[in-house]
């Protein structure tokens, strides 16, 4: 059926839901209301509101409400969708979560945690809260506020109890003395360093600046706001341009999918392969001239093994030295090769053993 008026202006505003111009009109900042009674919540709320460049596109909105996890932010996205019934239209709305957490807390009560031994286990059972079929599906960041602060008085505490003990006195402990916690710096780092190592999540550190106040804590909201809202815009671009994959898309131009080009677009593929190079592209391509040439050629395989190494043995032409010579194309490329084109896990690496 012939589109009608109303359904062409229903596909304007779809498509306004990855504009640049409008993607701040579709995503939400959920708040637990931790984060906002926090000494950084105050300026996080302005900052999203009132952003420094005064652009309307710029301005996000925010609803405070209790989160999974205690003292966390996340996002929520709205999104629209165009059916078409009879030439009209049938817009749809519904929301969904993005997979991106910022935890926050003070230094004092990292602290704590590091010196109770409960650190670790409580950042792993936060992770665990978003983890479907024991895969985590959020992207978690540890926001640690108060930082510097905290390590300039356990130093100074340091110090004076130093300093005391030259003099055989005893310190007494204030309302600022670590009574809670010694953890040194070092331990502190350990700590955060180990939760990144071992991918449980990531972190940041923030203190409040004598000028700025809270301002860059409350920028590092601001700016993943701002990329979570365009990210669906960015990866489409990067999809179609940047990221090397435009040649599937094109039609009706002098380079456009045809018969005597898919050779050289199956060598555009097989290059997206880390440190998969043109003369490795043209050996495979050469013996198996399609990607579904070398997937049969898998299923014919009697083990997963040596599916994994079929092309291993295919020979390379040497261009990078003088005397020339050929040399195999190699187990660990082989093997990537099998699972990029085989693996059904969208999360599993290439580099698979």
Known sequence: AKLSKEYKEAEKLHKKQTDKSEVNKYIQVCIDPEVVSSPPGAEILNLLT????????????YTVENQKVPSSLTWR????????????????????????????????????????GT???WAQSITSIYEVKGRPIHHVTLVVYGYNAYLKLDRNAAERAKKAAVRGETVARGANSRATSHVSEYQFQEALLTLS???????????????KGWKECAGLVFHHTRAIAEAPDKLKKNISSSAGFDFYAKADVKD?????????????????????????????????????????????????????????SIEIRRVDTIVGGTRRLGDEISKKI????????????????
């Open 77 to 116: 996205r709205k999104v629209m969708t165009l059916l078409n019934s009879d030439g009209q239209p049938v817009l749809n709305e519904y929301w969904i979560e993005e997979q991106r957490t910022l935890i926050f807390a003070s230094a004092q009560d990292i602290a704590v945690k590091i010196e109770q």
């Open 50 to 61: 009132n952003p420094t460049s005064n652009k309307e596109e710029e301005i996000f909105s």
């Open 197 to 211: 190592i071992e991918g449980t999540m990531d972190y940041l550190t923030f203190d409040k600046a004598t000028d």
């Open 256 to 312: 456009s999918i045809s018969p005597k080009n898919l050779v050289e677009y199956w060598k555009q593929v097989l290059m997206q392969v880390t440190t998969m190079s043109l003369e490795k592209a043209n050996a495979i391509s050469q013996r198996y001239s399609s990607p579904t040439q070398l997937i049969q050629a898998y299923r014919n395989c009697y083990s997963e093994r040596e599916a994994e190494l079929l092309l291993a």
């Open 119 to 121: 650190f670790s286990p």
């Open 338 to 353: 099998y699972y990029a084109l085989t693996s059904e896990d969208p999360v599993s690496l290439l580099t698979k053993s």
